[in-house]
């Protein structure tokens, strides 16, 4: 099964992938992941050269089963092509901005670590993000959309 999670910041896609991963057996993948190497604490991510990012983008895509999760970009798009299904993770913005919260006070005390340095400026830039996201996706007749909590562990179950 090759499936896309695709959804918008603090909407649980690699939670998700997380749990499907380890239910299943199949890899996981973020596709901020592949697009930046791991953060540096002094740095931050750096964005992979065309060079670097093909080869590893390619070699996931050969995998027989895949989850690849990720908010949809160009670059992303042999993806979304090639997954059996795209699971569409559209959940309220205001439950999405409390998670955002969340998610940078939880990081700020170090109960959760994160692939970039926790900052007000980065809180604010996913709420920007969150507000500016809409669910466009190609491929309808691939797509399961999710709208709340029961939605997604009834697929969680059923996976």
């Known amino acids: 099964m090759k499936l896309y999670i695709a959804g918008c910041p603090a909407s649980g896609k690699s939670y998700l992938s997380h749990q499907l991963s380890q239910r299943s057996g199949i890899a ?7 697009l930046y190497t791991a953060a540096d604490t002094f740095t931050g991510n750096r964005k992979r050269t065309a060079n670097e990012f093909e080869p590893l983008f390619n070699q996931i895509l050969t995998d027989k089963d895949w989850i690849i999760e990720g ?3 160009k670059k992303f798009s042999r993806a979304l092509e090639e997954a059996d299904y795209i699971l569409i993770l559209d959940f309220p913005k205001t439950k999405l901005y409390f998670r955002a919260l969340k998610r940078y006070i939880k990081q700020k005390l170090k109960l959760e670590t994160s692939g970039y340095k926790p900052s007000l400026k980065m809180l604010f830039q996913m709420f920007k993000w969150i507000y500016q996201y809409d669910v466009q996706v190609e491929f309808p007749e691939k797509q399961i959309i999710i709208k709340n909590k029961k ?6 179950n059923n996976f």
């Open 151 to 156: 939605q997604l562990l009834e697929f969680i």
């Open 71 to 73: 908010v949809p970009r």
């Open 28 to 34: 996981a993948y973020d596709c901020d992941a592949i």
